[in-house]
């Protein structure tokens, strides 16, 4: 919809037919007009647009292993467990699955479980909050953490948008810091954090992801995560690790201690995610956040506390029906989604090694186009000599049939990037033929056209 001018009044939708407004975008919260958080919606809806597109586009998960019927067999698995391993009541167990719960949730002792199964990580269940999906972790954490408005908080770039969006609609800038080979340039960190204080601001906490980033692709190494936690020890900085794809190594890779398993100091909030492990549709996430904080009268509480008054005034507490399935999931595997997670691991590492190879077969040696080769997740990243914006996404999707992410929208800063994301996970390997073929067609005639401009030009 158009309008020029301020005021109510009216004004023309897309197709030019006058229609009268009630309110003005520039009137509400400014991060209603930020990039950021078109950014989701403007993907999905061209998505729609083009549904026989090959999506290449999608970080979902893979969904040919989703089963209705698991559904109600977690429900009474959970509802077992409540009965028979924590001796409720028949009332009582009424009561946890219907009723209004537990601000921090009810599957805490589980999630605890599964941490001290799949990540050798000892976690107190009090420290741990159960919210709806990871990207309301984010924001619980993001909103408690912004003070006031000399805070900030560092992102490794390119920078998952949830986390950028969720950031603006808290007025929290959010300062880049660089990608190393290594996953974080640790030089350009401490220079961040140093530069933000000598600007009178207060760095509150570097947000990454050391396993298999959304969208770069890159995993940090073991002695580079020691490095790290040093170097927020050495700034006095939180950390905020989100791990949603860790458990999803390719082939052989061998998955490493998360940040938090190596955090002796409490300097790790971690942010975990059931959507690519259980099912996303439960929408069940995770904060383990075991800072000790000191209130006015002297009494000591943990930052989950703190998260779960939050949290009471957003979502009150995650569905307990929701809960239970993911529960549910968890004590059928005895606790490790490493177990549970066995299928959907080989078929992303079929599905990423199926990619990368038809990348090479596609843009052999001497080609200008580049790629990341990942050691696991969902995710790869290919440079090509050309810009690549949401004009380009159009074209892709309606000329040649196939999407993919521009990596612009993971920078946020509005410069041209010469990058697309793929993704493996929600395709077959039919599929991913089907889509490198078309991304090819497209490379070699945007390539050709733009040679051909400057020729003539
Ligand atoms: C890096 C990252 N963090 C968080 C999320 C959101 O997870 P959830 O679906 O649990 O909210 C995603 C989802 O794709 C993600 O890629």
């Not at 209004?100 to 599957?107: A, Q």
């Not at 100091?265 to 904060?287: H, M």
């Not at 009471?312 to 507490?317: F, I, K, L, Q, R």
């Not at 005895?334 to 299928?343: E, F, I, M, N, Q």
Request: charged share 20%; proline share 7%.
């Amino acid at each position: 919809m158009r309008r020029s001018g301020g005021g109510p009044g009216p004004a023309d939708d897309d197709c030019g037919v006058n229609v009268t407004v009630d309110l003005h975008v520039a009137d509400l919260h400014p991060a209603l007009d930020d990039p950021a958080l078109n950014s989701m919606n403007f993907l999905n809806e061209v998505a729609q647009h083009y549904p026989d597109a090959v999506s290449l586009a999608a970080g979902r998960p893979y969904e040919e292993f989703f089963d209705v019927a698991a559904l109600h067999r977690h429900l009474d698995t959970f509802r077992r467990h409540l009965a028979d391993d924590l001796g409720q009541s028949p009332e009582q167990v009424h009561r946890t699955l219907l009723q209004y719960g537990r601000t921090k949730g009810i599957i805490h002792q589980l999630v605890a479980r599964n941490l001290a199964v799949d990540e050798e990580l000892t976690v107190d269940p009090e420290a741990i909050v159960v919210t709806v999906g990871c990207q309301e972790a984010m924001f619980l954490v993001l909103r408690a953490l912004r003070a006031g408005p000399d805070d900030v908080v560092l992102a490794v770039a390119p920078t998952y948008v949830g986390l950028t969006g969720a950031a603006r609609l808290l007025d929290l800038p959010v300062r880049p810091v660089a990608t190393g080979p290594s996953g974080v340039d640790a030089a350009d960190l401490r220079a961040q954090v140093r530069r933000a204080r000598a600007e009178g601001l207060r760095p509150r906490a570097c947000y990454l992801m050391p396993d298999f980033a959304n969208p770069s692709g890159t995993s940090i190494g073991v002695a580079g995560r020691r490095a790290l936690l040093d170097l927020a020890a050495e700034e006095d900085l939180l950390l905020i690790e989100d791990n949603p794809y860790g458990l999803f190594p390719a082939g052989d890779t061998r998955r490493l201690p998360t940040l938090k398993a190596l955090d002796t100091a409490r300097r790790v909030v971690y942010l975990g995610s059931f959507a690519k492990t259980v099912l996303p549709g439960a929408r069940v996430g995770y904060v383990v956040a075991d800072q000790r904080v000191a209130g006015p009268d002297g009494t000591v509480d943990l930052l989950a506390d703190q998260l779960a008054k939050i949290k009471s005034m957003v979502t009150v507490n995650t569905s307990p029906i929701a809960q239970a399935v993911v529960g549910g999931a968890l004590l059928k595997h005895g606790c490790s989604l490493v177990t549970a997670t066995v299928r959907e691991r080989a078929a992303y590492t079929r599905n990423l090694h199926h990619l990368v190879d038809g990348l090479g077969r596609r843009f052999p040696a001497g080609s200008p186009v580049r790629w990341s080769v990942p050691t696991g997740g969902f995710f790869v990243v290919v440079t090509v000599p050309f810009p690549v914006d949401d004009a380009l996404l159009h074209r892709s999707a309606r000329e040649y049939g196939v999407l993919w992410t521009p990596m612009a929208h993971f920078y946020g800063d509005g410069a041209p990037v010469h990058a697309l994301r793929l993704s493996v996970s929600a395709v077959t390997p039919a599929e991913i033929d089907v889509g490198l073929d078309r991304l090819a067609a497209l490379v070699t005639d945007e390539m050709a056209r733009r040679d051909a401009t400057v020729t003539v030009g």
